[in-house]
């Protein structure tokens, strides 16, 4: 998968949208833009995944550049349990693509 | 959807011995992942476990530390061998079930080697 770089940390207050940004400038055209997350104690999660347009679950939104090298994860409301390591990956979904962790950003809900 | 069971979910060993963990998916996979991460860090590949051959190991994990079995598509099994405090780290198991979709994960295994 492609290099990616993500802030060490954020912070947000509670109830309040959280933007967590992410570069990916070698990207690919074919591969997708994947976010998980680790919740303390826990194995990582899917959040949300993307190629080209923007894209919403009940968890998230993701917004993708228009020249895709960079991404944003949006949570819109956040809360207390949102507090994790969010890790975003550049990935073929087309391949066997082992996914190789970067540092991801620590994300800190303040109460 | 998968769903990923590892057994044991901990374990406190003594430095020598050797553990062997589990990783049971609830359905067909066809990549099954271990890695390894230690306190207050990211994750770290070990190995590819490759069904019915021998694992595919990332640079500085070898099969005769980390021997890894994968009989079919829904289990496998990494063990730690002759184990020593370094070894002390949560092991997480990871599968994917094919094209376009996302990885999942276990929920850890917490060794302690003391």
């Known amino acids: 998968d492609a290099k990616t770089t993500q802030p060490n940390s954020m912070e947000s207050n509670e109830e309040e949208p959280v933007h967590l940004p992410c570069n990916h400038s070698t990207i690919s055209g074919t591969d997708y833009i994947h976010w998980y997350r680790q919740l303390p104690s826990q194995g990582p999660e899917y959040v949300i995944h993307g190629l080209t347009s923007n894209v919403n679950n009940r968890m998230a939104s993701l917004a993708i550049a228009e020249d895709r090298k960079s991404s944003t994860l949006i949570l819109h409301r956040a809360t207390l349990r949102d507090a994790a390591v969010y890790y975003c990956?550049?990935?073929?979904?087309?391949?066997?693509?082992?996914?190789?962790f970067g540092t991801g950003t620590r994300l800190t809900i303040i109460p | 959807s998968a769903v990923i069971s590892q057994k044991p979910s901990r374990d406190i060993c003594q430095r020598g011995t050797s553990l062997t963990i589990q990783c049971q998916v609830d359905?067909?996979?066809?990549?099954m992942f271990w890695y390894r991460q230690q306190p207050g860090q990211s994750l770290t590949l070990i190995a590819t476990?490759?069904?019915?051959?021998?694992?595919?190991?990332e640079s500085g994990f070898v099969i005769d530390k980390f021997p890894i079995s994968r009989p079919n598509l829904t289990f496998s099994t990494l063990t730690v061998s002759n184990m020593s405090p370094e070894d002390s780290s949560i092991y997480l198991c990871?599968?994917?079930?094919?094209?376009?979709?996302?990885?999942?994960f276990g929920q850890g295994t917490r060794l302690t080697v003391v």
């Open positions: 359905s067909q996979v066809t990549m």
């Open positions: 990956f550049s990935w073929s979904n087309f391949g066997n693509e082992k996914l190789t």
């Open positions: 476990a490759n069904q019915g051959s021998e694992a595919t190991y």
């Open positions: 990871s599968a994917r079930t094919g094209m376009n979709t996302e990885a999942f």
